[in-house]
């Protein structure tokens, strides 16, 4: 197995394991195949080449630049991606040749970038400097900028107007150690900054209330709450329904039990009716009683 393919494997296995934002990894594996890119190609200074990368990198882009340092320090860099480096810029420490790497890190970019209460409006672009005077792997070290207190501005691409004027927007650049600092644009959708690095443009995500993130729990403890109140409505209905009927039945049981009144000899008198089972005789004659009888 290649280099190639380990150096990618190792990559990956990295971001996988590790929560930090430091892309140090990628960086490495990007110089690698630059310089092999610059190598390849003989390049005459200020020429930008693009690096073929593997395919599951294919949504990354990277660019390489050879340039003298002199070159550097009486034109600056123009070509480099989004970003504009300034004339009277010079390599610290100095170096003779200098390969200046831009990554545009597209659909990868919150893979290795994250920022808790933000989003990224735009994906996360960065360039390296590194001594390219053997161009040799194991002697390119990283280099940094002076650029005597002028700005390397950054230009992002694909913005809206909207986003480019959108007062919450940020710049934000992201340090090795994996600290983040927020600065404003100094011109809509163009940033700046002093030295090599990776850059975005970021908004706060705008929270929701908290009622409609806890909704489902508002929904849950409204259903119960109906349901114990159905519930409720039920058995109060049922108990009315059978204390009314109840009523009804007392109400009926008085009225059968009222006696009615006769008269007897010159006296008015309560009479109920004849209920008991008449006397059957012997001989299988039922004797009739007369009313007198029972008085």
Not at 169 to 197: E, Q, R
Request: proline share 5%.
């Amino acid at each position: 197995m290649s280099w190639f393919f380990i150096s990618v494997f190792f990559v990956f296995l990295f971001c996988s394991c590790s929560n930090s934002s430091t892309t140090d990894p990628l960086d490495v594996f990007t110089r690698d195949v630059a310089l092999k890119t610059l190598a390849q190609h003989r390049p005459h200074t200020g020429a930008v080449y693009r690096v073929l990368l593997p395919a599951n990198l294919s949504s990354m882009e990277v660019f390489v630049e050879g340039i003298r340092s002199r070159r550097l320090w009486n034109r600056g860099a123009e070509k480099l991606g989004c970003f504009h480096i300034p004339s009277r810029t010079k390599p610290m420490p100095h170096v003779k040749r200098l390969a200046l790497v831009y990554q545009d890190l597209g659909n990868l970019s919150s893979q290795f970038y994250r920022l808790p209460g933000y989003s990224f409006l735009t994906s996360v672009v960065g360039f390296l400097v590194y001594d390219a005077t053997h161009t040799s792997l194991k002697s390119a070290q990283i280099v940094g900028l002076n650029t005597m207190g002028k700005s390397i501005l950054i230009q992002f691409p694909n913005l809206t107007s909207e986003e480019r004027l959108n007062s919450n927007a940020k710049c934000a650049s992201f340090a090795a150690s994996g600290t983040v600092y927020l600065s404003d644009m100094i011109y809509p959708g163009i940033c700046n900054t002093t030295g090599h690095g990776h850059f975005s443009i970021v908004v706060p995500v705008k929270k929701k209330p908290l009622i409609l993130r806890y909704s489902w729990v508002v929904a849950i403890v409204l259903g119960v709450l109906a349901a114990i109140l159905g519930c409720y409505l039920g058995m109060v209905c049922m108990r009315h329904r059978k204390r009314k009927k109840f009523q009804d039945m007392e109400e009926q049981a008085d009225d059968d039990s009222v006696l009615e009144n006769r008269w007897v000899r010159g006296s008015k008198m309560p009479s109920g009716g004849v209920t008991r089972t008449q006397p059957v005789s012997e001989n299988g004659f039922q004797h009739l009683a007369s009313p007198d009888h029972f008085i």
